[in-house]
């Protein structure tokens, strides 16, 4: 992939956490110089190799993080190095997977601002559910809903109506009320008084539907919130998941 010019970012993160961060730049820079195989000479203390991993940190801002390890930055860095690995080869075109999932308001402002720098000198792919970082960056946006095109042309171009969006999400809309319904019907008793005190609240990039929790709200009849940062809520949760591994695989089997 490299050799051929292509750099790309995953929507899971797809950097090595035991590693700093300079580390995991070390090994993009011995990619980009076709070392990879050099088994006998030591990487990480190879000077040429150590200065190529700080320009490619310097590039996005984490130099100061290099000696830190990567499971120690918070979510939105680690999106910020899997960028600076994915331009670490200098490639011809760029695919980013979600790139500004789970960011944070400023991480998300400063990764837009360097995938905008980048424009009309690599040809981007980019999949993304922040709409204003999309009309921002894209010349050209396709709108895809399980698979069907529903819409595509220019930022200027691009104008679904909120009856559009509705029509094309629906199935999706009706599965998620009904698999919600399901889980309220085997919901225990004990557990039912709190959900009708406390509510629902949404996470994740279905929660930025417009209105979807007034209908979940009308079709339940219990009370709906919205998270404060949907997307960053799914990022934390799983961080969660992982550090209690063992945990939810005993509650998962035991269900």
Not at 21 to 45: D, H, K, M, T
Not at 204 to 229: E, Y
Not at 240 to 249: G, M, R, W
């Amino acid at each position: 992939r490299v050799k051929a010019g292509i750099g790309r970012s995953f929507q899971i993160s797809n950097v090595l956490m035991d590693f700093t961060v300079l580390e995991n730049s070390i090994i993009a820079e011995q990619a980009r110089l076709g070392q990879c195989f050099q088994f006998l000479r030591p990487a990480f203390s190879d000077k040429r190799l150590c200065n190529g991993g700080e320009a490619i940190l310097d590039r996005v801002g984490l130099l100061d993080r290099a000696n830190q390890p990567v499971r120690n930055l918070a979510h939105g860095e680690r999106r910020m190095l899997e960028l600076a690995l994915a331009l670490a080869a200098s490639p011809s075109l760029l695919l980013l997977d979600e790139p500004l999932a789970g960011a944070g308001p400023d991480e998300s402002q400063r990764m837009t601002a360097i995938i905008d720098a980048l424009r009309g000198k690599v040809a981007i792919l980019l999949i993304e559910h922040d709409m204003d970082a999309v009309f921002r960056l894209a010349d050209r946006i396709t709108v895809m809903v399980e698979g069907r095109i529903i819409a595509t042309g220019t930022p200027k171009e691009i104008s679904l109506t909120e009856e559009d969006a509705c029509e094309a999400l629906m199935p999706i809309l009706n599965q998620m009320l009904s698999a919600i319904k399901e889980a309220l019907e085997s919901t225990p008793p004990e557990l039912s008084a709190d959900l009708v005190d406390m509510g629902l609240t949404l996470t994740g990039g279905g929660a930025l539907l417009k209105n979807i929790d007034k209908l979940i709200s009308k079709d339940t009849g219990l009370p709906v919130t919205i998270a404060d940062n949907p997307l960053e809520c799914v990022a934390l949760g799983t961080g969660k998941a992982l550090e209690n591994e063992e945990l939810f695989s005993t509650m998962l089997s035991e269900y």
